[in-house]
Nanobody
Framework: QVQLVESGGGLVQAGGSLRLSCAASGRTFSTYTKGWFRQAPGKEREFVAAISWSGTSTYYADSVKGRFTISRDNAKNTVYLQMNSLKPEDTAVYYC????????????????????WGQGTQVTVSS
């Protein structure tokens, strides 16, 4: 079983930037696709971004494309989400997740494709 711990959230003004980190332990990090999801108050959890186990493929929700960048450092067992040009509508709890299958990036936009989740980190963007 993998443990995922997010960090880097906080309060930022609109137009600002934050970098989220997700540190993993307990299982081979490099063979699993990782994803970021978010959940705003009163809304369902939604896909933000994902990166394949090799790092060669990345996927983004339309709402963050061009503003957010997902990356991973397999040597550090860490995945990152660089968030630029933040908007108030980006306010949410952000969760890191690991795909349920190794060496797979099957349907990364669905949260049901991910079996392990972190506790989340709050991101608040003020207008």
């Amino acid at each position: 079983q993998v443990q995922l711990v997010e960090s880097g959230g906080g309060l930022v003004q609109a137009g600002g930037s934050l970098r989220l980190s997700c540190a993993a332990s307990g299982r081979t990090f490099s063979t699993y696709t990782k994803g970021w999801f978010r959940q705003a108050p009163g809304k369902e959890r939604e896909f933000v971004a994902a990166i394949s186990w090799s790092g060669t493929s990345t996927y983004y929700a339309d709402s963050v494309k061009g503003r957010f960048t997902i990356s991973r450092d397999n040597a550090k067992n860490t995945v990152y989400l660089q968030m630029n040009s933040l908007k108030p509508e980006d306010t949410a709890v952000y969760y890191c997740a690991e795909h349920i299958y190794d060496h797979s990036d099957y349907v990364v936009s669905l949260d049901t494709s991910f079996g392990s989740w972190g506790q989340g980190t709050q991101v608040t963007v003020s207008s």
